[in-house]
């Protein structure tokens, strides 16, 4: 991709649809070969965008969930003791084998099971992969300080095999919903964008791009309802993705238009939190609907 226009035409091609500051750093991401760093509320497309990448590239993509308590070998590699274990019994049924060799068996590839990292830099025909490296944020400090050097070199170390370097860097993306501070340092060798909601025509192109079924009326009293939502005092505001998920649910039960009926029965799919629930259910889906109509008459 050679500009900016063909990053934000390549991934509208994949049904993801991007202003133009996000096409930008993702542009200067892959002409620089720097890590990019996304940060926003969960649900605004943060992990979609590095599926879009990889399959508007043909890249493999290589996920790393990250959780609390992830260490370093979890992410890099494992060695698959079970099979080590029958390696071993077999050799001591045969007679016993050379323990040098035997040694030197156990401890290569073939029992070598490879996690994220070491996947991302092992040379791949189709290109260099995606490494989408999502919700850093949950893991920690150690973790963090372990991928500055991955990120840095793009090269792991295996004790038992020695270091490994990804003959062609793979196109990293990270992503936070900042449930905590990322260090400064591994922000630092990263591009960094910040993933917000999108405006209302932006919400709507992609609703029509991701649901295509949808009527225009129906996708706009959809975006409209989600939209006044996110103006509320609600503990967590529903994202794009439930903005899908809801137009997915409407098709389903064959609604045509938006009422306080249908609004309260399905009301779970895009609010996550009963207090949340509880706030929108009698008067209040009605108030916002009347809002919303009154808006769209001036």
């Known amino acids: 991709m050679q500009s900016i ?24 991401s892959l002409r620089l070969g720097r890590p990019l760093f996304l940060e926003g509320e969960a649900g605004t497309g ?33 060695w698959n003791f079970a099979a080590q274990m029958v390696a071993i019994r077999a050799a001591e049924a045969e007679g016993g084998a050379d323990k040098d060799t035997l040694r030197r068996d156990l401890f ?63 196109i990293v993306i990270l992503t936070s919903n900042r449930t905590r501070e990322v260090h400064d340092a591994l922000k630092r060798r990263c591009l960094y964008h910040w993933v917000d909601y999108p405006d209302l025509d932006r919400e709507l ?19 409209g309802f989600v939209q006044q939502l996110r103006t509320e005092d609600l503990f967590k505001r529903p994202g794009v993705a439930e903005t899908i998920d809801w137009a997915k649910c409407l098709l389903a039960l064959d609604v045509i238009e938006l009422s306080p009926e249908v609004i309260a029965d399905t009301l779970g799919a895009i609010l996550k939190y009963q207090d949340d629930i509880q706030r929108l259910q009698g008067s209040e889906a009605k108030r916002i609907l009347d809002q919303i109509a009154a808006e769209a008459a001036i």
Do not use: H, N, W
């Open 5 to 28: 226009d063909e990053v934000q035409a390549a991934l509208s091609a994949q049904g993801y649809v991007c202003g133009r500051a996000l096409a930008t750093v993702v542009f200067l």
């Open 46 to 78: 943060k992990t979609e965008i590095a599926k879009a990448i990889a399959a508007a590239l043909g890249r493999r993509l290589i996920r790393l969930q990250c959780y609390e308590g992830l260490d370093a070998s979890s992410a890099v590699y494992e």
């Open 108 to 170: 290569s590839g073939d029992y070598l099971i490879e996690r994220p990292l070491l996947q991302a830099m092992r040379p791949d025909a189709g290109g260099a992969p995606v490494l989408l490296i999502d919700e850093i944020d949950r893991t920690d400090e150690p973790f963090e300080a372990f991928l500055l050097e991955a990120l840095s070199d793009f090269q792991v170390t295996i004790p038992e095999l020695g270091t490994i370097r990804a003959p062609e860097p793979p």
């Open 205 to 223: 192109a992609i609703l029509a791009a991701r649901v295509p079924e949808a009527s225009q009326a129906l996708s706009r009293a959809v975006v």
